[in-house]
């Protein structure tokens, strides 16, 4: 078993930044891939960026590249996500997950998921 407890969401103007991270606990030894994902109200869980256990390989949705930067610590077992220049549209609620399998922009493909952090960006 692994637990996620992400931090650091809050509200920010449009045009700012916050950074999110993600603490990993329990067999967080093991090798995860690890992604984050965003839900707004009414939507389906969305893919933001995601990351190989290694952090040599990222990906990200497009809405998010070049504003977004997920990058992890294994020695200290944290997930992080740099957000700049934030949109409205970035509001969600943003969850980590945790997948023994590569990097997937499928929510159903993680293993493991954290409670969510909300993000608010106000216009």
């Known amino acids: 078993q692994v637990q996620l407890v992400e931090s650091g969401g809050g509200l920010v103007q449009a045009g700012g930044s916050l950074r999110l991270s993600c603490a990993a606990s329990?067999?967080?030894?093991?090798?995860?891939?690890m992604a984050w994902f965003r839900q707004a109200p009414g939507k389906e869980r969305e893919f933001v960026a995601g990351?190989?256990?290694?952090?040599?390989?990222?990906y990200y949705v497009d809405s998010v590249k070049g504003r977004f930067t997920i990058f992890r610590d294994n020695a200290k077992n944290t997930l992080n996500v740099q957000m700049n220049n934030l949109k409205s549209e970035d509001t969600a609620v943003y969850f980590c997950?945790?997948?023994?399998?590569?990097?997937?922009?499928?929510?159903?493909?993680?293993?493991?998921w954290g409670q969510g952090t909300q993000v608010t960006v106000s216009s």
């Open positions: 329990g067999r967080a030894s093991t090798r995860y891939a």
């Open positions: 997950a945790a997948t023994l399998k590569d990097v997937d922009s499928v929510a159903y493909h993680y293993d493991y």
């Open positions: 990351i190989s256990w290694s952090g040599v390989s990222t």
